[in-house]
Nanobody, 121 residues
Framework: QVQLVESGGDMVQPGGSLRLSCAAS????????MSWVRQAPGKGHEWISG????????YYSDSVKGRFTISRDNAKNTLYLQMDNLKFDDTGAYYC??????????????WGPGTQVTVSS
């Protein structure tokens, strides 16, 4: 029932920009904190950004801080990730994920299938 579907991934040149979207359905989107997680080729999952329920608080890993911006539109049940000044190391699969409720807040209980971002010259 819960579904998260990412879109917007593409191949871009270093220094370029992309905006990823995540369409959510099957739950009350505005009641959940959300995250973006990525996986570089041959690497493990790396949490890169999070946002609280109304979008008033945002969080970033050191790897993307200052370059990426997370946001959400609760009226559209959509999560966004604006990515600027992309670098080769940003290449990978990008996933949106739902943060668990209450005692499960340290977990991501639902994930989208991912969208591919490739930064190449």
């Amino acid at each position: 029932q819960v579904q998260l579907v990412e879109s917007g991934g593409d191949m871009v040149q270093p220094g370029g920009s992309l905006r990823l979207s995540c369409a959510a359905s099957g739950f009350t989107f505005s009641s959940y904190n959300m995250s973006w997680v990525r996986q570089a080729p041959g690497k493990g999952h790396e949490w890169i950004s999070g946002i609280n329920t109304d979008g008033s608080s945002t969080y970033y890993s050191d790897s993307v801080k200052g370059r990426f911006t997370i946001s959400r539109d609760n009226a559209k049940n959509t999560l966004y990730l604006q990515m600027d000044n992309l670098k080769f190391d940003d290449t990978g699969a990008y996933y949106c994920a739902r943060v668990g409720w209450r005692r499960h807040r340290d977990e991501h209980d639902y994930w989208g299938p991912g969208t591919q971002v490739t930064v190449s010259s």
